[in-house]
């Protein structure tokens, strides 16, 4: 009953990881390869449906592999797509903090300016 729970477990792992390297690829490929210059709110769908592509793929080679290869090969291959996650989820962190500390607001310049220093809208009298 054990050895039936950890193949399960194994599956699905191994099913899980293909699919996110496969979504991840398939992104990498739609922002470097597929998204025009100036395209606008056009680009990230695009991008999105490369990583749909993406993710199909790496789950129909994930299936063709669990087909033809033995389970020690799959043990292996299983802990190097394990250890590569590992590696995109980190960079993937490292890139949004660092977008994010990029983008941000300058220190010095307010967010919003306050109500006393807006000019007053057209044909209305200051309060």
Do not use: C
Not at 2 to 22: C, M, N, R, W, Y
Not at 70 to 76: D, I, K, T, V
């Amino acid at each position: 009953m054990a050895t039936a729970v950890q193949s399960f477990i194994k599956s699905v792992a191994f099913f899980l990881l293909a699919g996110f390297l496969g979504l991840f690829a398939g992104l990498a490929v739609g922002v470097l390869f597929g998204m025009p210059d100036g395209s606008g709110l056009t680009g990230p769908p695009l991008a999105f449906g490369y990583g749909f592509i993406g993710l199909a793929s790496g789950i129909i080679l994930g299936i063709v592999a669990m087909n033809h290869l033995s389970r020690e090969a799959l043990q292996r291959i299983t802990m190097v797509m394990g250890i590569v996650t590992l590696v995109v989820l980190i960079w993937l962190t490292h890139h949004v903090r660092t977008t994010r500390r990029h983008y941000a607001t300058p220190p010095g310049i307010p967010v919003s300016a306050p109500a006393d220093r807006v000019a007053p809208a057209a044909g209305r009298l200051p309060v």
